[in-house]
């Protein structure tokens, strides 16, 4: 059990985990692309011991893959499993007590723990200019905290038990923002901190925010973990660290003992400044937008602290070993919440929140004549209802049947639905709604369409195993590839604007269906690089479910109205890159030029990848 983020890095190295780099790097860009250069060949945690332009050492790939993230928190993993289950179904206490022992025991070292005195973390009071400011992408806004807690108090009911902790990134530097007065805050009025920063805004005061970094694991973990009711962030800290959080107030701000780093500082009603732009988790920039901004109070660091980083882009990162982290220990909990649900995945592929897969129960068919989605649409509403699900714009749902599925098979799962879906009567959009702010594939920010694919019964069709015919050689339409079965990609002519772009598709449409019926191939996607997009299923669930907004960007050959359903032979979904869209994360080749000097024999790197 680590008491800070040194024991976890001196016990990664021990174990053949971590890497020191001893070279001085570059906060600009360079640190960014060494980390992910290491995390796509499955490289080792890494320890930058000479940052440039700061006194600090800095650590990234802590999280890599699941198997060291299971490694770091091996000994508290099972009591964590333990209480999470209990939550999830209490009743096991009374039938269990003996069994249950151990849960007390590990619930009671999740109470936070109030410290007095002198606090590790205050040992020396720095300035913002001070850290490592790591800039991730070239055309990123500034530097940013990718790994921050950031914690605040309910203002109506303050205290560290009704606290939260999140993880939502902080911009240092760049834009407006004032070096050392004066941090950018980038969340949603949903979250945690947006209800007690709306509280704060009714009571017209500031509210305090303390953004804690480094720490023990755990800590960094808890701010992002979907907590069952009756679960604080603080809590389960305590609970994965096998040791209580430990805090005390400076100057009114909570203090995180273990922290290795403290910023404290307050947002006022009101007041914003431009954020961003940021490389983010769809792979492209989310942009410059006004966000809450914070003013600095103090800028604590421990002795020796060590500034804790990752990156953000389109996945895989460093990220996705997060969620399974996070789906392996929350276990059953969407069971709880939505009974009739198996399984959701949030397809990482395709950035997360743009692409669910679904399985659920379809018990209403015994009453029906022919099988169909019935308590699937049901079940399809509560899943687009709750947290962050609700983000998504893209959602499959089947349900089991003679055969046992799973979601996380995307292929298996995707030829599964395409084999059963009804065109005609299986797809349902949702318009006019919200989408996540990261998501500029919609008509604003936050604002876009939801389609739910809901397919189920017997199968309908054998999926097509190469293009067909009809799909080659149409006019302006080149390069046909079959991406999976009953999926083909079609190069098109570039994206102008959706007026001309409505009258080409119904072209299209039209020259498809003249050529004759293809029940095999029930979706066709047009891409502006049909080469790209098959040549990985990867590619393919990025680009399509990122660069599509369903409602505008979905159409169907021989569609058709029927009471306000709309159907067709065919799905087409327009997945090339529009002009309203933010741009891809590009690396930059200078960059990626300039640290092959670490990965040469004899430096620090040297051999490992």
Not at 233 to 252: H, K, P, Q
Request: glycine share 8%; proline share 7%.
């Amino acid at each position: 059990m680590y008491r800070n983020l040194e024991d976890c890095i001196i016990d990664l190295e021990k174990n053949g985990h971590l890497v020191r780099i001893k070279e001085e790097v570059d906060p600009y860009l360079e640190m960014a692309a060494i980390h992910m250069k290491v995390y796509e060949a499955g490289g080792p945690a890494l320890l930058f011991e000479n940052v440039k332009g700061s006194k600090f050492r800095a650590a990234s790939n802590i999280f890599g893959s699941i198997e060291r993230s299971k490694f770091i928190f091996r000994q508290t993993w099972t009591s964590v499993q333990n209480v999470m289950a209990l939550r999830n179904d209490p009743m096991s206490a009374v039938k269990h007590p003996f069994k249950n022992i151990g849960n007390g025991l590990a619930a009671f070292k999740a109470l936070p723990l109030k410290k007095y005195g002198n606090l590790p973390v205050t040992a020396q009071e720095i300035q913002i200019s001070d850290l490592p400011l790591i800039q991730h992408w070239p055309m990123d806004g500034g530097a940013f905290v990718t790994l921050p807690q950031v914690y605040t108090e309910d203002p109506d009911n303050p205290g560290i038990m009704n606290s939260n902790l999140g993880m939502y990134r902080i911009q240092l530097s760049g834009n407006e923002y004032e070096m050392n007065k004066d941090i950018g805050l980038h969340y949603q009025i949903h979250r945690g901190i947006g209800v007690h920063q709306e509280k704060a805004n009714k009571l017209g005061a500031p509210l305090k925010v303390s953004i804690f970094v480094g720490g023990p694991p755990a800590h960094t973990l808890a701010a992002v973990m979907p907590l069952p009711e009756g679960l604080t962030e603080m809590t389960i800290a305590g609970l994965l660290a096998g040791r209580n959080f430990r805090y005390n107030y400076v100057d009114g701000y909570c203090i995180s003992s273990d922290a290795d780093f403290v910023i404290t500082g307050e947002i006022h009603p009101g007041d914003t400044k431009p954020e961003g732009p940021f490389g983010d988790h769809l792979g492209y920039y989310s942009l410059t937008h006004p966000f809450p901004v914070m003013k600095v109070h103090k800028v604590y660091a421990k002795p020796n602290a060590i500034w804790p980083f990752t990156v953000v882009g389109r996945p895989p990162q460093e990220d996705t070993a997060f969620g399974e982290l996070i789906h392996e220990l929350t276990g059953d909990a969407i069971k709880q919440e939505i009974p009739g649900v198996k399984e959701v995945h949030a397809v990482d592929a395709a950035g997360v929140h743009p692409l669910l897969f679904a399985i659920g129960s379809e018990r209403y068919t015994p009453y029906q004549k022919v099988k169909q989605p019935a308590e699937l649409l049901t079940l399809a509403n509560r899943i687009l209802g709750t947290g962050q699900l609700s983000l998504a714009k893209y959602l499959f749902i089947t349900a089991e049947e003679d055969q046992p599925i799973d979601s996380h098979h995307e292929v298996n799962f995707l030829t599964y639905i395409l084999e059963r879906l009804d065109l005609h009567r299986d797809i349902h959009f949702y318009t006019n709604t919200t989408i996540d702010t990261l998501d500029y594939s919609g008509t604003g920010i936050n604002s876009g369409s939801k389609v739910v694919i809901a397919a189920y019964g017997d199968k309908k069709r054998e999926l097509c195993t190469e293009v067909p015919a009809e799909l080659k050689d149409i006019r302006g339409y080149e390069n046909a590839k079959l991406v999976m079965p009953g999926v083909v990609v079609l190069q098109a002519p570039k994206f102008t604007n959706y007026a001309e772009v409505a009258q080409e598709l119904a072209g299209l449409s039209k020259a498809i269906h003249e050529k004759g019926a293809i029940p095999s191939c029930p979706m066709i996607v047009l891409c502006d690089d049909s080469s790209f997009m098959s040549a990985t299923i990867s590619n393919f669930l990025w680009a399509t479910f990122t660069r599509s907004n369903p409602s505008h960007d979905i159409y169907g050959v021989n569609s058709y109205y029927e009471n306000k359903h709309w159907g067709c032979d065919n799905l087409i979904i327009d997945a090339r890159t529009k002009p309203h869209q933010a741009p891809p994360l590009i690396a930059d080749p200078k960059v990626e030029k300039n640290i092959e000097r670490l990965f040469v024999k004899g430096a620090s790197l040297g051999g490992i990848i």
